[in-house]
């Protein structure tokens, strides 16, 4: 069983940093990407970074210059570096994995089961 284990939410000021991060475990044959959505109140979950095996990454055009993902293939751990943090990021991160597991021959996505993020004065 793949179990994502996330850690790192809590409470900010405005314009303070703040690191998630995201361990996946289990039977792991290869990972495609892992990363981060999030969802506000009200609003639809979307992809806020992402980063392959390859080290390619993608960033949400809002967090771009803000945010830095990475990840650790061989601990299969990624990371968010939030710095200049808004009240717009406000929300639940969830960390995302796309992965083959060694039991399977089919790409499957897990979810974590998210962390809050709150940035207040």
């Known amino acids: 069983q793949v179990q994502l284990v996330e850690s790192g939410g809590g409470l900010v000021q405005p314009g303070g940093s703040l690191t998630l991060s995201c361990a996946a475990s289990?039977?792991?044959?290869?990972?495609?990407?892992m990363g981060w959505y999030r969802q506000a109140p009200g609003k639809q979950r979307d992809m806020v970074a992402r980063?392959?095996?390859?080290?390619?990454?993608n960033l949400a055009d809002s967090v771009k210059g803000r945010f830095t993902i990475s990840r650790d293939n061989a601990k299969n751990t990624v990371n968010l570096q939030m710095n200049s943090l808004k009240s717009e990021d406000t929300a639940v991160y969830y960390c995302?994995?796309?992965?083959?597991?060694?039991?399977?021959?089919?790409?499957?996505?897990?979810w974590g089961q998210g962390t809050q993020v709150t940035v207040s004065s």
């Open positions: 980063i392959y095996s390859t080290g390619i990454t």
């Open positions: 995302n994995l796309k992965m083959r597991s060694t039991d399977s021959a089919t790409w499957k996505e897990y």
């Open positions: 289990g039977s792991i044959l290869a990972v495609n990407f």
